[in-house]
């Protein structure tokens, strides 16, 4: 049974810095995009950046500039690095895997508000 767990997120005042990380447990192979999505109150999920397993990243455009996604292969894990934070930012943080062959799997969230 693959999980993902992240980690990382709080209470940080506007302007300051959070790392968010999120590992997989279990025996999981192959994994080519890894990514960071993102859910205000409301239905809509939001896509923060994500990065293939080459090490192409891509960023929301609400990210760039600000955001920096990177990835561990050996260990499995994803990482975001959130600097310059606004109010805006404040949601659920999810971090996705997509595993070829096998499909997505998405962890539980970790909370991120920005507030002074």
């Known amino acids: 049974q693959v999980q993902l767990v992240e980690s990382g997120g709080g209470l940080v005042q506007p302007g300051g810095s959070l790392r968010l990380s999120c590992a997989a447990s279990?025996?999981?192979?192959?994994?080519?995009?890894m990514g960071w999505y993102r859910q205000a109150p409301g239905p809509q999920r939001e896509l923060v950046a994500t990065?293939?397993?080459?090490?192409?990243?891509n960023y929301a455009e609400s990210a760039k500039g600000r955001f920096t996604i990177s990835r561990d292969n050996a260990k499995n894990s994803v990482y975001l690095q959130m600097n310059s934070l606004k109010p805006e930012d404040t949601a659920v943080y999810y971090c996705?895997?997509?595993?070829?062959?096998?499909?997505?799997?998405w962890g539980h969230g970790t909370q991120v508000t920005v507030s002074s």
């Open positions: 996705h895997f997509l595993v070829r062959d096998v499909g997505g799997y």
């Open positions: 279990g025996s999981i192979f192959s994994i080519n995009t």
């Open positions: 990065i293939t397993s080459g090490g192409s990243s």
